[in-house]
């Protein structure tokens, strides 16, 4: 242990002292009056080793109501219409920032396209959101003394439980700014339709369990958050925000099934109902010191404490007799408590950018428990450490960024102890071919932990002879990533092509397993040898006139996925994923569709279908107000398909469809309005704690 971290300690040295001669990729004081000269002319995109850096034309500018509608024109995202939030069109994890503080949708809402200096992508995050995030999007904006924002909108489908509501107000006086927030998201489908099949062999004997269940669901999730900035310019920041999530949700359904053991078949009734709730007030304190012109430290603290609530209750029967086939009754009442701190340091060289930090985290959950083993008390406690530096620099063509770190992944529960130290280094290399030319290089090493479900003692029964459990025992995985991506852009072409190879150490697999205890097949997880998932993907924008007045965005990827168990036993899976949206702007008129072609990828003994995509959207921008209608889903209804693999003992697949969303119909309306400006936070350091544990 003490070579890895004399190693580390050596490699950061190195790497602060080392390429006198490079230019610093950052943006100092002294050049934004010539950004700003730039923004007026032209719309530009310069490509680095790890992000692209976006500037707006005049034309963005003015037709923008606001920051988001800025980064909607970015070639990888996309405006999720159901949740009325950005994501990338690759998927995965995306993370806000404005001016390095983590930013809510409303907050980037508040932002006034005039105030916007640059853009930076991240599609390899540095150190300090890579565990977090794979998308990174750094909104750069100026500086200002006073003023205030206020918004709200609100989105409906007309003929059922569909809606989003949100409202902003941040109001700033001299270096002091304060925001209030709130949103809500709320859906009450009555029409959800599940058929679900398990055919298996136990004891010599064949089972076929044909499920047909149609539920009522849905769940109202609120965001509440108040915020407090001081910021005294070249000395020190300071932020303290008060967040609450609030979640309620709910399933009740009712079906039958037809169950089969060899010719003897016999018709079942069958009930589930369930529900889970937390309110998570978390506090976020941040501060930040300037130790001199080219070194700045910050620290974040963030803490929680809650409680989470989470019942089911599912019952069958046959139909004949009344007898009862299986009663599940799960109750569980988790207190959580949750902390993260970190302590990050900067300094700025006239050859780069060094950054070296310390986070720790620790989740600690207390379980109350019931369920079909009975009643269990026992505490979990997942802690993990990470020390990390970083040096990015560039010498004449090439941009590049190395750094190195340790993880501790330290998890305790009732069962099991895991311990381990990991060593995690990154690479990014970039050249610049030609002016709009780059081709780029990167690989990388983490580890993660599994999420507290996959280690939990939980039992659930999912039909007869089936359950679902955690394993305590699992450790976590490790994935080394490697990345060879040419990025090209012009007026009408903005695009990367990538070629990707990730290798996964003991890679965490869900199958089914005989359980003796309970005299049938359980759903559990496991450490498998490894999985390898390689291909490539081509993503951005064409604009065959140059311009918002017709845009085309694709995602196309070819891959091949594969997962050894523990077993021996080779799984294989290939599909081309896919998305596209095509929008076009004209004056105060704008319209979005977006299509997929849902495809099959493994997800543990299963392979799973991503959700389908079928909208169009229509916003119409008056002054402070815009109008907006779409239908989403068009000629038919969410969709949700799950199949398990030849190599299963049980043979299972569940098509799950919300009828309530086909073709559905929304309007909506939203009010921003702004005065003055506000004053901005560059914050170095973003963390939150761990979700809610429901299983």
């Known amino acids: 242990m003490k070579k890895?971290?004399?190693?580390?300690?050596?490699?950061?040295?190195?790497?602060?002292?080392?390429?006198?001669?490079?230019?610093?990729?950052?943006?100092?004081?002294?050049?934004?009056?010539?950004?700003?000269?730039?923004?007026?002319?032209?719309?530009?995109?310069?490509?680095?080793?790890?992000?692209?850096?976006?500037?707006?034309?005049?034309?963005?500018?003015?037709?923008?109501?606001?920051?988001?509608?800025?980064?909607?024109?970015?070639?990888?995202l996309q405006l999720d219409p159901v949740s009325n939030t950005l994501k990338s069109i690759k998927g995965g994890t995306t993370l806000f920032l404005i001016n390095g503080i983590e930013a809510t949708d409303m907050q980037i809402r508040s932002v006034q396209p005039s105030e916007v200096i640059k853009v930076e992508y991240y599609d390899i995050p540095p150190a300090r959101w890579a565990s977090r995030a794979d998308t990174v999007i750094n909104l750069l904006t100026r500086s200002a003394e006073t003023g205030y924002v206020f918004g709200a909108d609100l989105s409906s489908g007309l003929t059922t439980g569909f809606i989003n509501g949100s409202a902003y107000a941040n109001y700033t006086k001299g270096k002091n700014d304060f925001g209030l927030e709130y949103s809500i998201n709320l859906r009450d489908y009555d029409d959800r339709r599940v058929h679900s099949i398990y055919d298996y062999q136990l004891g010599g004997e064949h089972y076929r369990s044909d499920e047909e269940r149609k539920d009522h669901?849905?769940?109202?999730?609120?965001?509440?958050?108040?915020?407090?900035?001081?910021?005294?310019?070249?000395?020190?920041?300071?932020?303290?925000?008060?967040?609450?999530?609030?979640?309620?949700?709910?399933?009740?359904?009712?079906?039958?099934?037809?169950?089969?053991k060899d010719a003897f078949s016999e018709?079942?009734?069958?009930?589930?109902?369930?529900?889970?709730?937390?309110?998570?007030?978390?506090?976020?304190?941040?501060?930040?010191?300037?130790?001199?012109?080219?070194?700045?430290?910050?620290?974040?603290?963030?803490?929680?404490?809650?409680?989470?609530?989470?019942?089911?209750?599912?019952?069958?029967?046959?139909?004949?007799?009344?007898?009862?086939?299986?009663?599940?009754?799960?109750?569980?009442?988790?207190?959580?408590?949750?902390?993260?701190?970190?302590?990050?340091?900067?300094?700025?060289f006239e050859t780069g950018k060094f950054s070296s930090g310390y986070r720790v985290s620790n989740t600690s959950i207390s379980n109350d428990l019931s369920n079909l083993s009975g009643f269990s008390e026992y505490s979990v406690n997942y802690l993990e450490q990470y020390l990390y530096s970083e040096f990015a620099g560039k010498v004449k063509k090439f941009n590049y960024r190395i750094g190195a770190g340790l993880i501790n992944i330290h998890n305790k529960s009732a069962e099991n102890t895991f311990d381990e130290w990991s060593f995690v280094p990154k690479i990014i290399l970039g050249y610049q071919l030609k002016s709009n030319q780059t081709l780029r290089f990167s690989s990388s090493y983490k580890p993660k932990s599994p999420v507290s479900a996959a280690l939990s003692s939980n039992v659930v029964q999912q039909a007869p002879n089936i359950v679902q459990r955690g394993n305590p025992f699992l450790t976590s995985?490790?994935?080394?990533?490697?990345?060879?991506?040419?990025?090209?852009?012009?007026?009408?072409?903005?695009?990367?092509?990538?070629?990707?190879?990730?290798?996964?150490?003991?890679?965490?697999?869900?199958?089914?397993?005989?359980?003796?205890?309970?005299?049938?097949?359980?759903?559990?997880?496991?450490?498998?040898?490894?999985?390898?998932?390689?291909?490539?993907?081509?993503?951005?924008?064409?604009?065959?006139?140059?311009?918002?007045?017709?845009?085309?965005?694709?995602?196309?990827?070819?891959?091949?996925?594969?997962?050894?168990?523990?077993?021996?036993?080779?799984?294989?899976?290939?599909?081309?994923?896919?998305?596209?949206?095509?929008?076009?702007?004209?004056?105060?008129?704008?319209?979005?569709?977006?299509?997929?072609?849902?495809?099959?990828?493994?997800?543990?003994?299963?392979?799973?279908?991503?959700?389908?995509?079928?909208?169009?959207?229509?916003?119409?921008?008056?002054?402070?107000?815009?109008?907006?209608?779409g239908m989403?889903?068009?000629?038919?209804?969410?969709?949700?398909?799950?199949?398990?693999?030849?190599?299963?003992?049980?043979?299972?697949?569940?098509?799950g469809q919300i009828m309530n969303n086909k073709s559905m119909f929304v309007l909506g309306l939203s009010y921003d309005f702004s005065k003055g400006k506000k004053t901005d936070?560059?914050?170095?350091?973003?963390?939150?704690?761990?979700?809610a544990a429901t299983f």
């Open 267 to 348: 018709e079942h009734q069958m009930l589930k109902n369930g529900g889970s709730d937390y309110v998570t007030p978390t506090l976020d304190v941040y501060f930040s010191k300037n130790i001199s012109k080219k070194d700045e430290l910050s620290l974040n603290v963030v803490a929680n404490r809650f409680t989470t609530n989470t019942s089911e209750f599912a019952k069958e029967w046959i139909i004949s007799s009344g007898q009862s086939v299986f009663d599940n009754d799960m109750n569980l009442k988790a207190k959580q408590t949750g902390f993260v701190g970190e302590l990050a340091y900067t300094h700025d």
């Open 632 to 655: 989403y889903w068009i000629g038919m209804p969410s969709e949700y398909k799950t199949k398990s693999l030849k190599e299963s003992l049980v043979n299972y697949s569940r098509v």
């Open 4 to 76: 890895v971290i004399c190693s580390l300690l050596f490699l950061s040295g190195t790497l602060v002292f080392s390429q006198e001669n490079v230019k610093k990729d950052t943006i100092s004081q002294s050049d934004t009056k010539e950004i700003q000269e730039v923004i007026l002319k032209a719309q530009r995109k310069k490509q680095f080793a790890d992000k692209a850096v976006y500037t707006f034309d005049k034309e963005a500018l003015e037709k923008a109501r606001y920051a988001k509608d800025l980064l909607k024109t970015l070639p990888e």
């Open 477 to 629: 995985q490790q994935t080394w990533g490697n990345n060879l991506t040419y990025s090209f852009n012009n007026k009408y072409f903005d695009f990367n092509a990538n070629l990707f190879y990730n290798y996964t150490n003991r890679a965490i697999n869900q199958f089914y397993v005989m359980d003796a205890a309970l005299g049938g097949y359980a759903l559990t997880y496991e450490n498998a040898q490894n999985s390898k998932q390689y291909g490539a993907q081509l993503t951005g924008s064409y604009k065959p006139f140059g311009n918002r007045l017709l845009v085309l965005k694709a995602v196309i990827s070819p891959t091949s996925e594969t997962v050894r168990t523990s077993s021996g036993a080779l799984i294989k899976n290939n599909y081309i994923g896919n998305n596209f949206v095509l929008s076009s702007e004209y004056k105060s008129f704008s319209l979005e569709y977006q299509l997929n072609i849902p495809v099959y990828s493994l997800s543990g003994a299963f392979l799973v279908i991503n959700e389908n995509q079928n909208h169009v959207f229509v916003n119409y921008k008056h002054k402070e107000w815009t109008f907006s209608t």
């Open 681 to 691: 936070l560059q914050r170095k350091l973003n963390n939150s704690t761990a979700p």
């Open 217 to 260: 669901f849905g769940y109202t999730f609120q965001n509440l958050a108040l915020r407090y900035t001081r910021v005294v310019p070249d000395n020190y920041a300071f932020q303290a925000k008060l967040n609450m999530d609030i979640l309620s949700s709910f399933f009740k359904g009712s079906g039958q099934s037809i169950f089969t």
